[in-house]
């Protein structure tokens, strides 16, 4: 596996790659979660790149920036033992050098819910991706359904702003008790660790709910008694991230909760 630390010498190394070639971008910390993504990319491609930047400017003032887990040296051993060909690992002034001041504002689709409770973090996340999209020059992006406003999000922007590359969703990859593997995992404290799947169970019961004919306030509601530490629960359109009555598919019935002081998200993804 090669490293690039700086654009030119990963489009060098990007140069003498065969095509196909897919894409993962990460923020390390890697997970079960990841190394998923990283397969279906090997076993789909000719060429796989993936990207390690924890991306300042995704985070807001007071989120976990700074304490965000890094395992430089873990995450190399499992970039290349998951048959990565080059990694690319830019510090933030190779990303963002002095002067830096273009961004992307995703619209309507990243105001709600994960764009209201983190009003930057979209414009964050659509600036790293179409960056990073503009340097790796992929013909396919994997991401990860566990973040679903993202995938919406970044299939907005690809579309709107023609940017040659298809993207291929990959399903969550969960613990064995159901909660959804995150990085930020690492920080619930073993009382916390015991609750955090009551997230996915709370969307399973709103799935069970709905598809039982109950309303979807009733079936909200419901779960939002089971989990007081709830910020959001609803069920949206997979494209438009609208939210919707039905479990009318392609849908993600949505969730986010905190334990102690960490936020969680998860979905479950209705099918057509
Ligand atoms: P992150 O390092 O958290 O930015 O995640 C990098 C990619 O991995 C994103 O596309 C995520 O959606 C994806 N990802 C994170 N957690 C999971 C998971 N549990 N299952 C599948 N993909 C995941």
């Excluded at 690992?89 to 309507?108: H, K, L, N, Q, R």
């Excluded at 969960?174 to 169970?201: C, F, H, I």
Aim: proline share 6%; with cysteine; glycine share 6%.
């Amino acid at each position: 596996m090669q490293i690039a630390y700086d654009v030119p010498a990963l489009r060098e190394a990007i140069a003498q790659l065969p095509r196909p070639l897919g894409f993962v971008p990460t923020m390390g910390a890697l997970h079960a979660g990841h190394l998923r993504l990283l397969k279906v990319a090997r076993q789909e491609c000719a060429s796989v790149v993936a990207s390690l930047f924890v991306n300042p400017l995704q985070f807001g003032a007071g989120e976990d920036l700074e304490k965000y887990p890094r395992d430089l040296e873990g995450d190399t051993t499992k970039f290349s033992g998951s048959g990565v060909d080059v990694l690319f690992m830019p510090d933030a002034d190779v990303m963002y050098p002095p002067g830096f001041s273009t961004t992307i504002d995703t619209g309507e689709i990243g105001t709600a819910f994960e764009g209201a409770a983190r009003p930057e973090h979209f414009r964050g996340v659509a600036t790293v991706v179409t960056k990073l999209l503009n340097i790796v020059q992929p013909d396919t992006l994997y991401l990860g359904q566990k973040d679903a406003q993202q995938t919406a999000v970044l299939r907005k922007l690809i579309t709107d702003l023609s940017i040659p590359t298809e993207i291929r969703i990959v399903p969550t990859v969960r613990e064995r008790d159901g909660l959804a593997m995150s990085s930020r995992n690492a920080y619930l404290t073993v009382s916390e660790r015991v609750a955090a799947p009551n997230l996915y169970k709370a969307l399973e019961a709103i799935r069970t709910a709905m598809s039982n004919d109950e309303s979807k306030a009733a079936a909200i509601a419901e779960a939002t008694k089971k989990i007081a530490s709830a910020e959001y629960f609803d069920v949206v359109d997979a494209t438009t991230f609208e939210p919707i009555d039905t479990l009318r598919a392609p849908a993600f019935i949505i969730g986010s909760a905190r334990f102690g002081t960490t936020r969680l998200i998860d979905n479950l993804w209705i099918a057509a």
